[in-house]
């Protein structure tokens, strides 16, 4: 299930239109993970507060939307543009890569909480297909 | 059994208290054909289906979002024997519809999606997990009499 031409424009459009919205995106979907699927807390246990909405999962939801900016941007070549974000993955956050779908699928549900009219159902497909293909990217080098 | 707290249930009866089924079936279905196409597979006879547009315009597509939808209304009033509720349905989508029920997380997942586009800020993370956790043991039970 590859990108076709026409998801990877129409994942580039959609990323234009919410790009000044990314940071709010990407806390709400990373608080609404951790309520959601209580069991991606275990990766958290470091943080003084998973609380949604609180600064550590705000703050990081900043930083996961910052690396889905970049695989847009290397949305031609994900396993090659995301090596070191998969070595870091792989070798240091060690995430169960079943997390990504997780995760995807609290993003997708932001999307169509914030942009309800952009998010139809063609964006839909284009940007569940650009989530797998993350996924597997950041899951590269895990073994 | 499956437990649910008051809230749980408040969250789930206030999803179908304002729920627009005439909106929300057809919406849910539709997104399901497209964005997982090989759910496709299950309508043969259901005319057009070749891309999105077709789907979205799809008379028969939408005639049975809404019967589908209508069918969680069981597990709605029953939500403390959901398994036994849809054990008939059970054996319906195996020895007669034959559909994979691993699609049915597929279709739980659109609804959701849509349902999160209707109600914004309002479909809050807890009561995201509220509806999820309803839906999970619907899929489950939906599940439960194939062999």
Known sequence: MSLTAKDKSTVKAFWAKIASKAD?????ALSRLLVVYPQTKTYFSHWSDITPGSAPVM??????????AT????????????LTL???HAFKLRIDPANFKLL????????????PAEFTPEVHVSMDKFFAALGLALAEKYR | MVEWTAEERAAIQDIFNSLDYEDVGPKALQRCLIVYPWCQRYFGGFGNLYNAEAILSN??????????????DRAMKNMDDIKQTYAELSVLHSEKLHVDPDNFKLLADCLSVVIAGKMGTNFTPEIQAAWQKFLSVVVSALGRQYH
């Open chain 1, 24 to 28: 709010a995106v990407g806390g709400d």
């Open chain 1, 104 to 115: 995807s699928h609290c993003l997708l549900v932001e999307f169509a909480i914030m942009f």
């Open chain 1, 71 to 82: 695989a847009v941007g290397v949305i031609d070549d994900l396993i090659g543009g995301l």
């Open chain 2, 59 to 72: 008379p028969m597509v939408a005639a049975h979002g809404i019967v589908v939808l209508h069918g969680l």
């Open chain 1, 86 to 88: 998969s070595e870091l």
């Open chain 1, 59 to 68: 703050k990081h939801g900043r930083t996961i939307m910052g690396g889905v």
